[in-house]
C-alpha cells in the first residue's frame, strides 16, 4: 500500500477548522441526576433558577424524561431571563446553531451580551467571534481583536487560540506567523485544545525547531485527549511515523480509531496501513481491507482516486466470500458512525453513567457546530484488532 505523504495531516482539516472559530464548548453545567422530575418542575416552576437549570439539564440530556430539546431551551430561557450568565451563554448557543429554536443568529449575540454584562468571560469570548464573521452583528475585528486580547489578558485559552488564528489565516488582513506562535503558545499552556492542536501541527513540520517532533506528539496527545477530532488524526498520524515516542504499542490505532469513529476517512485509510504494512505487525489483508473499504465510504469520490485500485488489489487476495462478509461489516460499522464531528466529549452526574455528546462540523458558513448525544458503543462492533470480523457488527448471529 502506498505511504501517506506529509501533505495529508495538514490538508485534512475541515474547512470550519480551518477557519479556526468556534463557540465555546461545554455551555451547560455537569448533567443533572434524573432524580423526582415533577417535584424539580414544582421548584422550577416557583421560580428557582437552580432548578430551572437541573431540569432543562434534564429534557437536553434525556435523564429521567424523553429527550426534548424544545423544553431544554425553554427552560435555560427562564433561567437566563433571571440573569444565571450559564444559562444565557447556553441560550445563546442554542440561538446561534438552533437547538429547540429557531437559529436567531442576532437574539443570540442579545443573549451573548447580556451573559458578558453578567460576568461570563466565555460570553465575552464568543461575542467577540460573532463581531469577528459579523454573525447577527455587524462585523468589526477591530472590536473583535480588543475583546480578544482583553479575554486572553483575563486568562481564556481559546481567546489566545483565536488571536493566533487570526495572525496565522490573516483575518485581519495581514499574516503574521510569529504573533501567531505567540498566541498559540499562550492558548497551549492554558490547555485550550484548539491552540495546543495549531501548535503542535505547525512543530511537526517545522524540522529547525528544537524538541519540535517530541513536543508536537505531546501538544497533540493533550489535544486529541482532551477530544478534538482532528487532533486525535494528527496525533495517530505523526505517532505512525514516530513510534518511539508512543506511550503504547496500541496508542496510534487507538487514536486513529478514534478519528475514524467521527468521520474521518483519511484515519481509516491510515488503519488499512497500519493493518497491511506496519512492520510490528504481521500483514493483515483482511483487516486492511476492512478499514478501506470504510475509508471509501466515509470519503465517497475524495477517496475513490486513492483508494479504488488498492481495494481492487486486496480483495482479489482475500476472495468474493470474505469481501462480501467484511463488506457488510464494514457498512454496518459506517452507518454507526455516519455524522462527522469535529469534538466529543462526555458528561457525568453522580450516580449515573457518562452521557457522550459530539460536535458536529459547521455547516458552510457557520462557525458553530451544533452538539448532538451519541449513542453508546455496541461493545461487538468496536473495530476489530485481528482479522476476526465480528459477526454482530456483519449482520449474523
Given at each position: ?35 423526582n422530575l415533577d417535584r424539580l418542575k414544582k421548584k422550577a416552576e416557583r421560580g428557582s433558577v437552580k432548578d430551572q437549570i437541573k431540569l432543562a439539564d434534564s429534557y ?267 463488506d457488510a461489516s464494514a457498512a454496518e460499522w459506517a452507518a454507526k458512525h455516519k455524522v462527522p464531528l469535529q469534538f466529543v466529549f462526555s458528561k457525568t452526574s453522580k450516580g449515573s453513567d457518562p452521557v457522550l455528546y459530539g ?39
Amino acid at each position: 500500500m502506498k505511504k501517506l505523504n506529509k501533505s495529508t495531516i495538514l490538508h485534512w482539516v475541515p474547512p470550519a477548522i480551518q477557519a479556526g472559530f468556534f463557540l465555546c464548548l461545554l455551555l451547560w453545567p455537569l448533567c443533572a441526576p434524573a432524580g423526582n422530575l415533577d417535584r424539580l418542575k414544582k421548584k422550577a416552576e416557583r421560580g428557582s433558577v437552580k432548578d430551572q437549570i437541573k431540569l432543562a439539564d434534564s429534557y437536553f440530556n434525556g435523564r429521567g424524561t424523553e429527550r426534548n430539546e424544545k423544553l431544554a431551551a425553554y427552560w435555560y430561557e427562564k433561567a437566563a431571563n433571571f440573569g444565571d450568565p450559564v444559562a444565557q451563554r447556553t441560550i445563546a448557543y442554542f440561538y446561534e446553531v438552533g437547538i429547540g429554536v429557531a437559529k436567531d443568529p442576532a437574539r443570540s449575540v442579545r443573549w451573548l451580551e447580556r451573559a458578558v454584562a453578567s460576568g461570563s468571560l466565555n460570553a465575552k469570548v464568543n461575542l467577540a467571534v460573532a463581531y469577528l464573521w459579523g454573525t447577527g452583528v455587524r462585523r468589526d475585528t477591530a472590536l473583535s481583536a480588543a475583546w480578544l486580547r482583553d479575554a486572553a489578558a483575563q486568562g481564556s485559552g481559546r481567546a489566545a487560540c483565536i488571536l493566533g488564528d487570526i495572525d496565522y489565516f490573516g483575518i485581519d488582513g495581514s499574516i503574521n506567523k510569529s504573533g501567531a506562535l505567540h498566541w498559540y503558545e499562550i492558548g497551549a499552556r492554558r490547555n485550550d485544545p484548539y491552540a495546543q492542536y495549531r501548535l503542535g501541527i505547525l512543530l511537526s513540520v517545522d524540522t529547525a525547531a528544537p524538541h519540535g517532533i517530541a513536543r508536537a506528539v505531546s501538544l497533540l496527545r493533550k489535544s486529541a485527549l482532551a477530544g478534538l477530532v482532528p487532533a486525535k488524526y494528527a496525533f495517530g498520524w505523526l505517532v505512525d511515523r514516530n513510534p518511539k515516542l508512543a506511550t503504547s504499542p496500541k496508542e496510534a490505532d487507538s487514536a486513529l480509531q478514534e478519528a475514524a469513529s467521527a468521520g474521518v476517512w483519511q484515519a481509516s485509510l491510515m488503519l488499512a496501513h497500519r493493518a497491511s504494512l506496519e512492520p510490528a505487525k504481521p500483514n493483515d489483508p483482511t483487516l486492511a481491507y476492512y478499514w478501506l473499504r470504510i475509508a471509501a465510504i466515509q470519503g465517497g469520490d475524495h477517496s475513490q482516486p486513492i483508494i479504488a485500485h488498492q481495494l481492487d488489489a486486496l480483495s482479489r487476495q482475500i476472495g468474493a466470500s470474505q469481501t462480501s462478509q467484511i463488506d457488510a461489516s464494514a457498512a454496518e460499522w459506517a452507518a454507526k458512525h455516519k455524522v462527522p464531528l469535529q469534538f466529543v466529549f462526555s458528561k457525568t452526574s453522580k450516580g449515573s453513567d457518562p452521557v457522550l455528546y459530539g460536535m458536529r462540523i459547521p455547516d458552510t458558513g457557520t462557525h458553530a457546530g451544533k452538539i448532538v448525544a451519541l449513542p453508546q458503543e455496541d461493545a461487538a462492533c468496536i473495530p476489530p484488532e485481528s482479522s476476526q470480523i465480528s459477526p454482530a457488527c456483519a449482520g449474523g448471529s
